[in-house]
Every structure is written in C-alpha cells, then in structure tokens.
C-alpha cells in the first residue's frame, strides 16, 4: 500500500521485505522484520515508514485488520533511524504507547510518537538528521517478560550473560520502575550469581526458551545484543526487541576503587581546581601513611592512583585503603616475605604510634599559627594568593597523611571527641545568639565541620539545631589526634577556596573569565597562567559546561571506563554494624527525615550530621564506622550500619525496618525477612 507522492511505501508489513531497511522502517523495526524473515518468533504488525507524509491520512485498514476491528488492543512504538544502532541506542528517548483500544486512541498514539521524534530531533545533535517510523503490533498479554543481554554489560564477559525476568510484559524492567528477578546466567542458562530477588524466580523451562530464542538471535546479528521478550499465551518466547550492547567493554581489571571512605570528606562532584587543590594532596597523603605503615608492598603502592576523579566523584583504592578485604589473601599467608615485611612493619608502626600524638599536635599549631598570619585576602597580590594556594596543598599533604596515620594505628575503640560534634554544640550557641553564617563560621569556625569544601558561595549551615554533648572522659590520644587534624585539613580546604574565589573575581574584573565562577574549571597550573600570563585552555567553555557522572559504589576500570563490580546477594545479605545498638523505623530516603525514621543514603555527608540525633537508625551504602557520621551516630545512640550495597534501592521507601549496629544486620519488618 503507498500513500503520497514519493517512490517509497508509506506502510509496510512486518514480513514485506522492504521492511528490512532500516532508512525506510526505523532500526527498530527492521530488526524485527530481519528476524522475523530468518524464522525468530516476532509478532504480527506494519510500519508507518520515514516516506509517511507529515499530513497522511492513517492506514485504517491496516488498523482494522491488526486489532482485529477493534477488539484487540495494539502498541504503537517509535523506531527511529537513529535507534537502536551499534553506537548508540537512544533507548528511552522516544514514546511508545501500550494497550491502544480503538480507532481514536490509534490516532492519538501516532501523533504522540511523531511528536517525540520531533522533540528530540530539536533538542539532541545526535538524532537532528533523523527519521521516524512508527511501529504498530498487537498488545501481548505476557505471563512473563524481561530483558536479556548476551554478553555481561557490567563485566564484558562474553561467557556470561544477564537475565532480568517478572510476571507480566517487560515494560516495568524497561522503564526501572521494578527490577524483577535478575540473574548471571552460563551461556547454557545456568544461574551463577543471583543479582536480585525482587519478584519470583524466571522457571527453568522458560529461562531455556529465552535462551535458545537469544542465541539465535545473536547468530543472525552477528553479535551481543540487548534484548526485550516475553512468553506469549501459547508459551512460546517472543523476541519483542534487539539492539546491539552499546557500551561493551572488556572485564575490568586491576584494583576495586569507589566513593566509599571519600564520600564524607568530598559528597558533591568536585571541578577541577578542586580536585588539584583537595583530592591531589589528599592522595598524596595517604600514599605516604601507606609507605610508612609498610602494610602494602611498594609495587603495589606505585601502580595505584590511591584516590582519584571519574567524572567530578572522588574515588579511593578500596582494597589499599582497608575497605575491602584484600586479594589472594591464602596465598600471601603462604608466602614468608609478606610476613617479614609485616614483621618490620610492626616496628615502625610501634614507633610511629608512640610519636603520633605529639607530632599530630605540632602539626596542628604550626596549622593554626598559619592560618592565624594570613592577612585579608583583598590586601594580597596575585602572586602572593598564588603562593598561598601552593602551601595549603603542601599543608594538607601532611594534615592528611597523618590523619590517615592516626586512623590506621588506633586501637582504642573508646568514644572520642567528634568535629561534628563540636560543630553542632557551638553552631547551637551561635543559633541561640542569633548569628548569621558568616558570623557563624567567624566566631566559631569549628562549624565548617557540617559543611564540605567548595569553591564559590559556601553552602548553608543547618537551621534547626539540637546541641550535641561531646562524650566526657579520657579519649585515646590517636582518636584526638586524627579529629583535630581532620579539623585542620576542613580549615585548610576553607582558605583555598576562598583564595581561588579571589582570584576569580579579579580575573573576571580583568575581562579574562566570562565570570568568576568558571575559575573551579582550570587546573591549577592553568590558573597560574591565567594570572600570570593572561591565557587560558581552548576547551574551558566545554569543561564548564560539563556535568557530572555517577559512579558505582565498587568498580573496576576496564579501557578507562568504570565497570561495576557485581556482587551476588548472598554475599550482600549484610552491611557493617557502626554501632549504636539496635533500632527500628521506617525508612525514609532523600532530605530532610523525619524524627524516629531510619535515614537511608549512598554516602555519609557532613551536612547530615545535625539530623542524625533525631533518626531511629542510619544506614549507609559506602563509608567507615570510623566516619564522623557514624561516630556521632553512636554518640548518640543512633545504631548505624555502613557499606550496605544498594541500601537506596533495596530498602523501600516507607518500609518499615530493624537494624542492628552490632551485626549490620537490616530486616524488613513486614516481611519478617532479612533483605536480600
């Protein structure tokens, strides 16, 4: 059937050849018509092609015969030139629209995906040369569906593929609103790892099916694929999509890093002069705890980055900083220079920590000295902010690393004195006198402990404040140590940003930044020259326009890109106890929790702290019990349970929960269940 004036068909059926052309049907649905004519289980439909004229009057016979005169509801997809190819998918863009019931509702679907592509096409450089088809098929009243990838798209194993499976048609996996049953398969359908549980187990006839159906999907496209399916009335696996696996890379290798034990420190993406100015000292620090200890051998120390950037999120060496139980843990019990490395290790480490407290205490009044000299930053040259800015990343190389030193020696698990806690109890004061920030932060700069560092205008302090009691009695000399140096290092961050705020605005004056707020997007030696030389990088536009990129809680690199670290749930049954006892509430996740709920997060944030004395329970997915949060979590009382996989996503929203601080144990409740 044609329909217009070009020599194109307007409409084609899924089994004419034409429509194998994805210029004239849309990858989408030349895919499926390529299956189809080589023998894949596909179902029925026809194709408003790229030739359909703007104006065209819809195919009613066509509509008629499909839905069965109406008494057969239909689903009405977008398949886009630009879809579904091996660069990228484009997946979610588009609209496509279920359960269309008659004649009326058809009509308004077509225009709905018309109008999408159209939407895109204006907005998206990718698909602004792009035509839209429109796919039309019968409405499949699945008894399961899911997705399917043949290759592992986490690890890039080909050997392995992933199966996420629910009752019903796929389109819950599809768009995220349910995660279905998802399993690490063998290339034969056997289950290695359970990923999650969250419905009942796909059936072991139907997993045969779905992929049997995959393989030979994957023999006709020639490679891994992405696939949608269903099991239709008759039991039969329906192949309903197949794209290419878009983002393919090779298994990650080399050490595990994530935002674990660097996520309080730094919980917002850092721009690049932050991260010059925080994070590079700050790994610099800790590669030199680390030396010192001598707990990790010096080939392994050298070819890690310790802490690094991916995409603005500051990520740290897991296995090397301790929050990861190491590799290959048999064979280094097996091998005797570990154990004479350790062996001199341990006479170090004993000096080190009878020597600790009283250099952590000059460390920290040489700090205060210094920061107590510095004159007001409008009175210094350029070149002197230049300097300053150099001596607070040599100052906090050492703040940090005995910092880090303090935490890797102590062994007295008695309660200590928190930042956050002193910063609560004096942001109290300053609240009842009514102070503003800035005042705040003048008088009582132990306050910045509740706020991480940013270059640019400080983030408020919290409004509502209950005072916290700092724990009485004798503190362990270590644990006083790292929180005074921990302090320091806060104050530190806090005068670089204000120095570099300085030097924005006068470059800005000077007509060489746009505005002073796209001075965080120089590197530090492109500052220098911005100040000393008047140049900036050709790219700078680009960088500030830049966003940030999430991150998995555990990854590995794999050609530079971060591959997920998976991990079955039997071995995430549990998270850390960070104390505090036990409790129970119901879970709230986001700002502001309500008093006696269990607040439910990705990472402990600093600014946190003064909702944590209100909260029945804390749980976090990465983080220490040695973190501020958690410490404070136990000073009050709060139980709280660190390094919880996936907490956001497990943990419903309302649920209600029992946690125990002791175990890192977590329960639903209603479902009298441990959470898996």
Not at 577 to 599: N, Q, Y
Not at 619 to 629: D, N, R, V, Y
Request: glycine share 10%; net charge neutral.
């Amino acid at each position: 059937m044609t329909i217009g004036t070009t020599h194109q068909p307007s409409v084609v059926s899924l089994r004419d050849p034409r429509a194998q052309n994805p210029e004239l049907s849309g990858a989408k649905a030349a895919t499926l018509a390529q299956a189809a004519h080589r023998g894949l289980p596909v179902l029925d439909g026809f194709v408003l092609t790229t030739a359909w004229p703007d104006e065209g009057r819809l195919p009613e016979i066509e509509w008629r015969r499909l839905s069965v005169g109406g008494r057969r509801q239909l689903v009405v997809r977008s398949s886009s030139v630009a879809e579904d190819g091996a660069e990228q998918s484009m997946a979610g863009l588009f609209t496509s629209v279920l359960g269309v019931a008659d004649w009326a509702e058809f009509t308004d679907a077509v225009a709905r995906v018309r109008a999408s592509g159209a939407a895109v096409a204006a907005t998206s450089d990718g698909a602004a040369e792009a035509a839209m088809a429109v796919l039309v098929q019968p409405f499949l009243t699945a008894a399961w569906g899911g997705v399917l990838f043949t290759a592992d798209p986490m690890s890039g194993r080909r050997d392995r593929m992933v199966l996420t499976a629910v009752r019903g048609g796929p389109s819950e996996v599809v768009d995220g609103s349910a995660a279905g049953w998802t399993a690490s398969l063998t290339r034969r359908g056997q289950v290695r790892a359970v990923l999650t549980a969250d419905g009942p187990e796909l059936p072991v006839l139907v997993r045969r099916k779905v992929i049997r159906l995959a393989a030979r999907a994957e023999s006709i496209f020639g490679g891994p694929l992405d696939i949608e399916w269903a099991l239709d009335e008759s039991g039969r696996a329906v192949l309903l999509q197949a794209r290419p696996i878009t983002a393919l890379h090779g298994p990650g290798e080399g050490p595990i890093f994530g935002p674990g034990p660097l996520a309080e420190t730094f919980p917002d993406p850092l721009r690049p002069l932050e991260q010059d100015l925080w994070l590079t000292p700050l790994a610099e620090g800790l590669r030199v705890a680390l030396d010192m200890t001598g707990t990790v051998s010096a080939q392994r120390l050298r070819t890690s980055p310790v802490a690094t950037a991916v995409g603005g999120i500051a990520v740290a060496d897991l296995e090397l900083l301790g929050a990861l139980p190491p590799r290959h843990s048999l064979l280094r019990r097996l091998d005797p220079r570990p154990g004479a490395r350790r062996l001199g290790a341990a006479v170090r480490v004993g000096r080190l920590a009878a020597a600790l407290p009283e250099l952590a205490r000059h460390t920290c009044e040489r700090v205060d000295g210094d920061l107590a000299e510095v004159p007001p930053l409008h009175t210094l040259g350029n070149g002197g902010l230049l300097d300053i800015l150099q001596h607070t990343r040599t100052a906090l190389r050492a703040v940090h690393g005995y910092e880090a030193l303090a935490g890797m020696l102590t062994r007295d698990r008695r309660p200590g004195p928190t930042a956050a806690a002193m910063a609560l109890s004096a942001l109290a004061e300053a609240r009842a006198a009514g102070l503003s920030d800035e005042r705040a932060i003048a008088e009582y700069p132990v306050v910045l402990a509740l706020t991480p560092p940013r270059i640019g205008p400080p983030a408020p302090l919290p409004r509502a404040v209950l005072e916290s009691a700092v724990p009485d009695g004798e503190f362990g000399d270590l644990a006083v140590a790292r929180e005074a140096l921990r302090l320091r290092a806060r104050w530190i961050q806090e005068l670089g940003a204000r120095v570099a705020v300085e030097l924005g605005r006068r470059l800005a004056a000077g007509g060489v930044l746009d505005d002073a707020e796209t001075v965080t997007a120089l590197r530090l030696d492109e500052l220098r020259r911005a100040v000393t030389r008047r140049m900036l990088p050709e790219d700078l536009a680009a960088r500030a326009a830049a966003e940030s990129t999430a991150v998995p809680t555990e990854f590995r690199f794999a050609d530079g890109v971060p591959v997920a670290v998976v991990r079955t749930v039997r071995s995430r049954a549990h998270g850390i106890g960070a104390g505090g006892g036990t409790g129970r509430g119901v879970v709230h996740i986001g700002h502001r929790p309500p008093p006696g709920s269990v607040l439910v997060v990705r990472h402990l944030d600093p600014r946190l702290a003064a909702v944590v004395p209100r909260l029945a329970g804390l749980i976090a997915e990465t983080g220490s019990p040695l973190s501020h949060l958690a410490i404070l979590a136990r000073e009050h009382g709060v139980p709280a349970v660190v390094g919880y996989p996936d907490a956001t996503r497990r943990l419903p929203d309302g649920a209600e929960v029992e946690l125990d601080g002791r175990t890192g144990a977590v329960r639903i409740v209603s479902e009298s269940m441990e959470v898996r």
